[in-house]
C-alpha cells in the first residue's frame, strides 16, 4: 500500500505578513512506501556500495529525473540541495528515506530540530494545507528557511545547477531521487523557499523515477524618480522656485523567516539644488502617511519603518521591512534651484539608487541601475545697440525684468558690459518683460517694456540656455522707437495733434475776424 503521496512544496507570499488567507501551500507527504503492490522492481537501479541504516538491506537508488523551473527569468542560476536519500530494497520491493549527512550536520546546530526523524519532517507538511500560518514555528518553511541559511554559511554538496525550463517537453537538471532544496544563486530579484522531488511511483507493472516542476514564486524590487509629479522625469523652474521630488519603491515580498531584509534608497542631488528640512520629508507605506518625528518615521503603532539621514547633497532611507506593511512605499521632499545652477540643456541632474537584500538568508545585496530627474532652468540676454549702427552697443544700461505684462513682479535687474549684453540666468520657462530703467549718454530712454519668450520647444539664439532680447537705442534729439520694434503710433499721435492745433488755431482767427467786422 501507498502510506503517503509525492510532495511537492512552494509557498506563495502575496502580502507583508502571513495571514492565513494569503498563504497558499501545495503540500504532498513523501513517499513511503512499504511493498504490497506487484510492481516491477528491475525498473529500479542502486549503488550497492551505500547502505540504508533504516533497512540495512537497502541500496542507494540511482536513477534520475529532472528538476524543472518555470516561471523564471533565463538569466537566473538556481541550485539544488538534496535533503533526502532514497534507498530501494530489491528482495522486498520496500523505498525507505534518510536525511543527506550534510541535513544531518545542519539538524544537529538546531534547538526545534536537533532530534527530527523523517516522519517527523513528513508531518510538517500534512494535515489542512491552509493552516500552515497558524504554525509558524513548526512550518516546513521554518525548517527548510533554517537550512537556507545553514547552505549560505558551510560547505554543503551542490547537487545540480538550474536554469529556468520554458515549453513543452522542456527539461531541467537531472539529478538522483530524492528531495532537494532549491535556492538561487545568481538572481536580482527575491525566491520564496522551493523544495521539489525526484521520487519513485507505480507506473503500471514498474516503477518510475517522476520529474519534479517548480513554480518559482518571486518578486522584484526597483525605484522611480520624477520631478513636479509623479511620472515626470524633468520640470523646469527659476531659481530659488520650491517644486518636489518623488521617490516611489517596490519592495519585494520577503519570505516569512527571512533573515536579510535589507531596503535602502540612497538619492543624491547637484550642487545646484537646495533640499527641504529633514523634517519636512513625507514618507507613505501604500496609501497611508506615515509620522516623520525629525527623519525618524513611524507607524500608527509606532514601530519605527524608516530613518531618514541628510549628509550634505544625499539623502539615505533606510527602511525595516519587517514594519512595511504594502509592496510600495513612496517619499516625497521639497527642493529649489540655487545660484549654482547649471543653466540650459544640460539640467540639474538627481540620481536615485535601491540598495537592498536579494539573499534572504545570506548576505547578498544588489543595487539597482541609477534613476534619474532633471530640474532644467534658463535665461535671458539682451543686447542693446544704437538703432543706425548695430555695430556701435551700449554699457552701463540698467534693465528691470518681470513676469508679468502690468511690470507689478520684479524678478531681477540686469546691467550691460562692454559688449552692450546682460545676462539674467535661472528662469523658468514663460513670457517676461524688460523694462529699460537707463541709458547711455546722447540716448533717449525708451517708454515700452521689451517682451521676450522663454519657450523651451523652440529655438535658443543666444548662449547656450540663454533666450535673446535685441533692443534699439535712439540718439538724443530724434524720435525714440521704443522697445524693440518702436512706437510709430506715437509720431503719428503727435503729428496729429500739431495739425489739429494750428487748424484750431486757424478757425479761431477767422470767426474772431467775422466778429469784429
Known sequence: MIFGLGLLYIK????????????????????????????????????SSKKGTVDTNSALVTN?????????????????????DTFYNASTNVFTYEFTSDFKAFLATTKD???????????????????????TQSTLDKLVSLYVAYVKTHSVTTSATLT?????????????????????????????????????TANGSEWVINDATIKAKISSASVTKSIGSIGHVDGNYSVGEEFSYFLVGTVPQYPTNATNKTYTITDTVGAGITLSNIGSIVVKDGATTLTNSNGVIKNAGGDTVATITLSGQKITIVFDANYVQSTTVTVEYKAKLNNNATVGSAGNLNSATLTYSNDPYGTGTNTTSAVNASAFT?????????????????????????????????????????????????VAEGTYYLKQVSTAPGYNLPRDAVQVKVKIEGSVEGTEG???AEVSAFEAGTLPFTGSIGTILYTMIGLVTVVSAILLFVLYNRKKEQEQA
Not at 517527523?120 to 507538511?125: I, K, P, S
Not at 530524492?178 to 545568481?186: C, D, E, H, Q
Open 12 to 47: 506563495v507570499k502575496k502580502g507583508r505578513l502571513f495571514y492565513e488567507e494569503k498563504y497558499y501551500r501545495v503540500v504532498s507527504c513523501y513517499i513511503y512506501i512499504w511493498s504490497c503492490i506487484n510492481v516491477n522492481a528491475e525498473a529500479i537501479t542502486t549503488d
Open 64 to 84: 534520475q529525473a529532472a528538476i524543472n523551473i518555470t516561471n523564471a527569468p533565463t538569466t537566473d542560476v538556481l541550485v539544488a540541495y538534496k535533503i533526502l
Open 113 to 135: 530540530y536537533k532530534n527530527l526523524t523523517v516522519e517527523q519532517y513528513y508531518a510538517l507538511t500534512s494535515g489542512d494545507t491552509t493552516s500552515g500560518s497558524t504554525r
Open 164 to 200: 529556468y525550463q520554458a515549453g513543452e517537453g522542456a527539461t531541467g537538471a537531472v539529478v538522483p531521487a530524492g528531495a532537494y532544496l532549491v535556492i538561487p544563486k545568481s538572481t536580482i530579484n527575491v525566491y520564496a523557499v522551493m523544495v521539489g522531488n525526484v521520487i519513485p
Open 378 to 426: 534658463y535665461g535671458i540676454e539682451v543686447l542693446i545697440y544704437a538703432d543706425k549702427d548695430h555695430s556701435i552697443v551700449l554699457s552701463g544700461v540698467k534693465f528691470e525684468i518681470y513676469s508679468d505684462p502690468d511690470l507689478a513682479n520684479k524678478i531681477g535687474e540686469i546691467i550691460t558690459d562692454s559688449n552692450g549684453k546682460a545676462f539674467l540666468p535661472g
Open 466 to 468: 540663454y533666450y535673446i
